[in-house]
């Protein structure tokens, strides 16, 4: 069991994901949110995914696409501090997106993705030892226990999922 993160733990952007996540059992969760995403979007169509719900907004390709990135992100984070490694640079998302075409996939290939990054994540996840989870570094200028990128992992994705549900009136 991977108690929540205090405060202290990670920045201040960072709480509007934590907070999303309810205590303690944050290994089950991202289990659950690994196979309720996937069949989410492995479900619709690519004409589906292509929609934005206004101009200039992000397609549902590109948010899974998005998600897929700042899931591999924190979990890179959680692993560099981890091993003691304590200080790596920032993540702009707006950059990533637009220089690759999530458009251009499946999104059947990208929920795939998706599950399979979830799942090496939760691999690495469960090898972590509780001194490693307490272990800190600095990212974006802030610090961040590895324990605190577990719980933005998973409140990431609850982020999204709502505002799919919000937004693109997309759900489960």
């Known amino acids: 069991m991977i108690s929540k993160p205090s405060p202290e733990e990670y920045s201040p952007f960072a ?17 659950r949110l690994m196979e309720s995403s996937y069949q989410l979007f492995s479900k619709l169509t690519d004409e589906q995914a292509a929609y934005a719900y206004a101009p200039g907004k992000w397609t549902v390709k590109q948010v899974l696409g998005h998600m897929i990135d700042t899931e591999r992100t924190f979990a890179y984070r959680a692993l560099v501090f981890s091993r003691n490694y304590i200080e790596l640079p920032g993540f702009d998302q ?4 637009n220089n690759t075409d ?17 799942l090496s994540n939760i ?6 030892s509780e001194e490693q989870l307490l272990r ?5 200028d802030h610090l961040f226990s590895v324990r605190a990128f577990v719980y933005m992992m998973a409140g990431h994705e609850l982020y999204h999922l709502q505002s799919f ?3 693109y009136h997309i759900s489960n």
Do not use: C, W
Request: charge should be negative; hydrophobic fraction near 40%.
């Open 165 to 167: 549900k919000e937004k």
């Open 15 to 31: 709480s509007g994901y934590v907070n999303l996540v309810p205590d303690n059992h944050v290994i089950e969760l991202l289990e």
């Open 94 to 97: 707006d950059i990533y997106v």
């Open 123 to 128: 691999y690495m996840i469960r090898g972590f």
């Open 136 to 140: 800190t570094g600095i990212a974006s």
């Open 102 to 118: 999530f458009n251009a996939q499946s999104i059947q290939d990208l929920a795939a993705e998706f599950k399979a990054t979830r």
